[in-house]
């Protein structure tokens, strides 16, 4: 008996990562056999865009699951290994200053929120676009973002623990008049269209507002002795590049798929370009005045990452599908010279019921500024800091009394002036059903008038506190509903911040010094 040959059984070829990539994003697609597709995806046909294939999406990045959380978990592993070792280290005690530290308190309370916000949305559009390409990407930056709300939470809860503003930035956010600037700007996103919220955030938020702020400014932190901070801002920033180029991605597939999407998408740019400028204002003053030791001023950084990279890099790609520069383009430059200045003055005005304390510039900081802004600072706004200079030195520190005018759209108040003319502030009206909206700019205006009904329902904290419902009518109930405790708005030399930093940098010399004359003759003795 002769027994049969062994078969040789083929091992199963290895795929290539492109087909490996293949098979976990689009290999898990189906078609649905019981229900239309319309009824799947019933977001997809009333912002007018038209979709013929969504198999055209292409991923720049092809990562799978696996190998994002792989990349990830690298990157966690640096960053805690630094937040230990500071945290340790007392590495707060380092800081050029506790004033560096209301920039972070602006941080936590307005951007940190938005990280949040922007994953759970990313989240529904990961269960609402109709392709497998562009569902996984939403899959992956919604959790980005929560990632980042986490690790932004992480790096600054140590600084919980010795100086105040920071015990519920949340609650702040809600309810916090200037915060209700970043709050608008997401919540309109959110309320959007899926595909316009793609370009609102994956466009406008991550190509202008997170660009200028994890770039310019973490470097600032790291050069007033934040490591963690930095450290953070840059992880964070390599995930930023990936949104980035997704969001691009996103424009050109929009734009591909049909040629009457063209001009939606203009329309959209116009509209979130103006909107996340103007939550810029934040960043600029916090580049200029809210960081002890300079890196760059907002100027400096507008032009580089605005002017250089997105109007001379981007849009002339996006010339090729007839998408021309943002509407308003023109205002945003003439203000560069004078947007920090203008923002910083009122917040030092209005920091009695903030979140942050705010101080009068050093005579080395005005010089710097004079340094900055050649053409506009010693003439505009250098005076200002002048008379405040001799208010301080007889004893009175000036706050505003009364409560400012914010824009209906923006929520920022009516501080900014016409375009080329800084001595005069620029208010515009706009009517709709018999009643009267002011707005702060061209932007804002023409914004405010392409969608009149959605505007009109803004939530502004000007208007809630007279009408009652912000805890009462007087300021320290205005100040309790917002959870802000004793120390954390107003000035702040003399503040708590500003108590502890000296007490410690004292026990610290002394430290350093060692034991006095006296001390060591009674040791000897």
């Known amino acids: 008996m002769t027994l049969a040959p062994e078969k040789k059984t083929k091992k199963p070829k290895k795929l290539s990562m492109k087909a490996r990539y293949e098979a976990l994003t689009r290999g898990l697609d189906w078609e649905p056999s019981y229900v239309e597709k319309s009824e799947m995806f019933p977001h997809l046909d009333y912002e007018g865009i038209k979709i013929h294939d969504w198999a055209a999406w292409e991923d720049p990045f092809r990562l799978t699951i696996d190998a994002y959380c792989k990349y990830q978990a690298e990157k966690d592993k640096r960053l805690y290994a630094v937040l230990d070792g500071f945290a340790q280290g007392q590495g707060h005690l380092g800081l050029t200053d506790a004033s560096y530290l209301n920039a972070m308190k602006v941080f936590i309370q307005g951007v940190t929120p938005l990280e949040y916000g922007a994953h759970r949305h990313f989240a529904y559009l990961a269960r609402h676009f109709a392709g497998p390409g562009p569902r996984f990407a939403a899959l992956c930056q919604s959790i980005d973002e929560i990632r980042h709300m986490q690790t932004e939470i992480h790096t600054l809860s140590n600084y919980n623990k010795h100086y105040s503003g920071f015990h519920n930035w949340q609650e702040q956010f809600d309810r916090v008049w200037y915060l209700s600037v970043p709050k608008s700007f997401f919540e309109d996103a959110l309320s959007c269209g899926p595909f316009e919220f793609l370009i609102a955030v994956g466009f406008s938020f991550e190509y202008l507002l997170t660009n200028l702020l994890f770039v310019p400014f973490m470097s600032g932190s790291s050069f007033n002795g934040d490591l963690p901070t930095m450290t953070f801002g840059f992880s964070a920033q390599s995930d930023e590049s990936r949104h980035m180029t997704l969001g691009l991605e996103a424009i050109k597939f929009?734009?591909?798929?049909d040629e009457d999407n063209v001009e939606i998408v203009q329309g959209w740019i116009d509209k979130w370009f103006w909107r996340s400028y103007r939550v810029t204002a934040l960043v600029a003053q916090m580049l200029d005045y809210m960081l002890p030791r300079k890196v760059m001023s907002w100027k400096e950084s507008f032009e580089l990452y605005f002017e250089e990279q997105m109007l001379g890099g981007l849009f002339e790609d996006l010339a090729f599908y007839g998408i021309k520069p943002p509407r308003h383009v023109e205002d945003a430059i003439a203000e560069k010279e004078i947007?920090?200045?203008?923002?910083?003055w009122t917040l030092y005005q209005f920091s009695f019921a903030a979140g942050f304390t705010t101080s009068m510039p050093s005579e080395e900081h005005l010089d710097w500024l004079s340094a900055a802004y050649p053409d506009t600072f010693d003439t505009h706004f250098r005076p200002l800091w002048d008379k405040e200079a001799k208010n301080i030195a007889e004893g009175g520190r000036h706050f505003a009394p009364g409560l400012p005018q914010l824009c209906q759209v923006c929520q920022i108040p009516m501080t900014f002036t016409e375009p080329g003319d800084p001595t005069t502030f620029a208010q515009r009206e706009s009517q709709f059903e018999g009643e009267i909206y002011h707005t702060c700019s061209n932007g804002c205006q023409?914004?405010?008038?392409?969608?009149?009904?959605?505007?009109?329902?803004?939530?502004?904290?000007?208007?809630?506190?007279?009408?009652?419902n912000c805890g009462g009518s007087s300021i320290p109930e205005v100040l309790d509903w917002y959870g802000l405790q004793d120390g954390d708005?107003?000035?702040?030399?003399?503040?708590?911040?500003?108590?502890?930093?000296m007490a410690w940098q004292g026990e610290a010399a002394a430290e350093t010094a060692g034991p006095s004359t006296d001390e060591t003759t009674k040791a000897g003795a």
């Open 339 to 344: 947007l920090s200045h203008q923002v910083y």
């Open 254 to 257: 929009l734009l591909e798929q």
């Open 489 to 501: 708005s107003g000035e702040y030399l003399g503040s708590r911040d500003h108590k502890n930093w």
């Open 446 to 468: 023409w914004i405010f008038e392409r969608e009149p009904e959605k505007y009109r329902q803004a939530w502004l904290p000007v208007h809630q506190i007279l009408a009652g």
